[in-house]
Antibody, heavy 119, light 110 residues
Framework: EVQLVESGGGVVRPGGSLRLSCAAS????????MTWVRQAPGKGLEWVSG????????GYADSVKGRFTISRDNAKNTLYLQMNSLRAEDTALYYC????????????WGQGTTVTVSS | QSVLTQSPSTSGTPGQRVTISCSGS????????VYWYQHLPGTAPKLLIY???QRPSGVPDRFSGSKSGTSASLAISGLRSEDEAGYFC???????????FGGGTKLTVL
């Protein structure tokens, strides 16, 4: 069964850091680009970041550029999102999804991990 | 946030056909594939339609997608109670280089 399981969410103070992980199983991980999407409370979905199969090509939303870093470890079948200088507006449910490009689509999603930035 | 336009809610009775629309622009829907998802709170979004009108294996043929210009639609025929859920669209935007998502449509089966 193809599965994505996010972890690493929690409560952090403004200015703090968190690293999210997304463990992939049931498919050949390095055949696919990967993406992070978030949903703030009461808001719609927002694309956060994506990267290609080997991490050599990455993209970020303007709202997180310079603060968040996406990466992957293909040997561990795991996607990461390092989040620094966190702000209250980063509070959201963070999903990882398989796929990156317009042609691939985002075809498999995890259930998400919650990040709360609050003092 | 990067938003494609969807009506917030719609409803139908069992057996009925409902359509959910998604409106964008030439840089997203107008030039890229549209994807449709079903989403229940607390669960992972499920892909229903990819590349405008293709169904993944396991998705019933009651679900169909179409695209015309800068708009797309998801149709659900033979409505069933288990179809009561949120539905959202997605497309890549070439100008902004971001994935854009619809705000979601809540389908109620009366």
């Amino acid at each position: 069964e193809v599965q994505l399981v996010e972890s690493g969410g929690g409560v952090v103070r403004p200015g703090g850091s968190l690293r999210l992980s997304c463990a992939a199983s049931g498919f050949t991980f390095d055949d696919f680009g990967m993406t992070w999407v978030r949903q703030a409370p009461g808001k719609g979905l927002e694309w956060v970041s994506g990267l290609n199969w080997n991490g050599g090509r990455t993209g970020y939303a303007d709202s997180v550029k310079g603060r968040f870093t996406i990466s992957r470890d293909n040997a561990k079948n795991t996607l990461y999102l390092q989040m620094n200088s966190l702000r209250a507006e980063d509070t959201a449910l963070y999903y990882c999804a398989r796929g990156q490009t317009a042609r691939e689509g985002l075809d498999v999603w995890g259930q998400g991990t919650t990040v709360t930035v609050s003092s | 946030q990067s938003v494609l336009t969807q009506s917030p809610s719609t409803s139908g009775t069992p057996g009925q056909r409902v359509t959910i629309s998604c409106s964008g622009s030439s840089s997203n829907i107008g030039s890229n594939y549209v994807y449709w998802y079903q989403h229940l709170p607390g669960t992972a979004p499920k892909l229903l339609i990819y590349r405008n009108n293709q169904r993944p294996s396991g998705v019933p043929d009651r679900f169909s997608g179409s695209k015309s210009g800068t708009s797309a639609s998801l149709a659900i025929s033979g409505l069933r109670s288990e179809d009561e859920a949120g539905y959202f669209c997605a497309a890549w935007d070439d100008s902004l280089s971001v994935w854009m998502f619809g705000g979601g449509t809540k389908l109620t089966v009366l």
